[in-house]
């Protein structure tokens, strides 16, 4: 039953596509005036179902991007399935454009760093895609990338109950396949598997029947996509190496994360090399300039060396003197008294130093003959002259 019955507002221009669940008609809004894709469920959901379908499309319906498809509206035909009117983007899906040639790794970064960046800010809203593909991406007539059916396979998946895994074997992600816990980073994978079929031209995945594929998912590392086409940056070798690992928390956090990596790539191109090379100076060709700079440097440390050497010193020299002196002086007699002494004429008295520095000297002995002749004189004047206070020898 077309949606022109069900409402009287859209009428079916032609059929797009139909799968398994869905089918996508080309329609016209008879209000607006506009051309729309109305999506319509082949079953319904249930009426328990219906506000939370309500809800979710609501949610969709604010997501602002100019990489996701608008929806417009949502209803219900008289059966009680449900459809979505949706932005319309003329062009073709990837899908088609696949299977004519690969694509650069030029415009392959650019479109799946915009797909990033629109995942992202629908991850932001709660919502996760669930189904990220090349059917579900298409390509507008100025090569701009639009992401539809945003949450569909989820919700399905969530109102239905059923245990078969839903969306296209080869782009889901291994948490998908083992009915875990699902979050951003699914899509992410479901991206790289994207990228990667867009660089390469062939799926990283692939098998015989669904069992095959998806033991690949879960075990196999794909082949790195510069082996298949060498012309792509081996940059890209890291960047869908981390989209499509197995743990979740080894890929990138979040869309912008991975959507910054891509337009590094699209600028640099084969400027980014696979491995970061580091360049230690002493591996690099020798320079005039380089062996100034190290000859400076020599003469700077023997500089150094010779100045702290000379320091030292000088404050060894300071130091020393003082120290030596304390420790020559005995304990408690760190200052040297005066000392005097007392004759019988207290005028006299004077200390005993200087009074040993003023004795006069004896005369020397001039000849032994000298000193027989005159030996009363010298009796007398040692007499008459006080004792030394002092060694003369010592004076001497």
């Not at 792509?232 to 990596?261: M, Q």
């Not at 062996?291 to 030292?312: D, Q, T, Y």
């Not at 005995?330 to 200390?351: F, H, I, K, S």
């Not at 009796?379 to 060694?391: K, N, R, V």
Request: charged share 20%; glycine share 8%.
């Amino acid at each position: 039953m077309s949606p022109k019955v069900q409402t009287g507002r859209y009428e079916i221009i032609e059929t797009l596509g139909c799968g398994a669940t869905s089918r996508v008609d080309k329609a016209r809004d008879m209000i607006i005036g506009r051309t729309v894709a109305v999506k319509s469920f082949l079953q319904g959901f249930g009426r328990n179902s219906e506000q939370q379908f309500l809800s979710e499309a609501q949610t969709i319906g604010q997501l602002s991007h100019s990489s996701i498809a608008q929806l417009y509206d949502i209803g219900t035909d008289t059966g009680g399935a449900p459809f979505l009117v949706m932005e319309f983007v003329s062009g073709q899906n990837l899908e088609q454009l696949l299977g004519h040639s690969r694509i650069s790794f030029t415009t392959a970064a650019i479109w799946a760093a915009d797909l990033a960046s629109a995942l992202s800010c629908a991850h932001r809203a709660g919502i996760i895609h669930g189904d990220v593909k090349p059917s579900n991406i298409r390509v507008t007539e100025d090569d701009k990338v639009k992401l539809v059916d945003f949450g569909i396979a989820r919700f399905a998946s969530q109102v239905t109950g059923s245990d078969r895994v839903l969306g296209t074997p080869a782009y889901l992600s291994p948490e998908q396949i083992e009915g875990k816990k699902q979050d951003g980073r699914s899509d992410l994978f479901s991206l790289g598997v994207v990228l990667y079929e867009m660089i390469t031209g062939v799926r990283p995945f692939t098998g015989d029947s669904l069992g095959d594929v998806c033991a690949q998912i879960l075990t196999a590392t794909p082949i790195p996509p510069t082996r298949l086409n060498p012309s792509a940056p081996a940059a890209l070798d890291r960047i869908i190496e981390r989209c499509l690992a197995k743990n979740p928390e080894e890929r990138y956090p979040s869309g912008n994360d991975l959507a910054r990596a891509l337009y590094l790539v699209a600028r640099c191109g084969n400027k980014l090399t696979s491995e970061p090379k580091k360049s230690y100076w002493f591996l690099r060709p020798a320079h005039p300039r380089d062996l100034l700079a190290i000859a400076s440097a020599v003469l700077l440390l023997m500089g150094a060396l010779v100045a702290g050497g000379s320091i030292r010193d000088w404050f060894r020299a300071q130091s020393t003197p003082s120290i030596a002196a304390v420790q020559s002086k005995p304990p408690g007699d760190l200052t040297p008294p005066t000392q005097t002494r007392t004759l019988a004429n207290p005028e006299e008295a004077v200390p005993a130093k200087s009074a040993a520095l003023n004795t006069p000297k004896p005369a020397k002995k001039a000849t032994a003959h000298r000193q027989d002749a005159a030996p009363p004189v010298r009796q007398a004047s040692e007499a008459s002259s006080p004792a030394p206070l002092t060694d003369p020898a010592r004076i001497n």
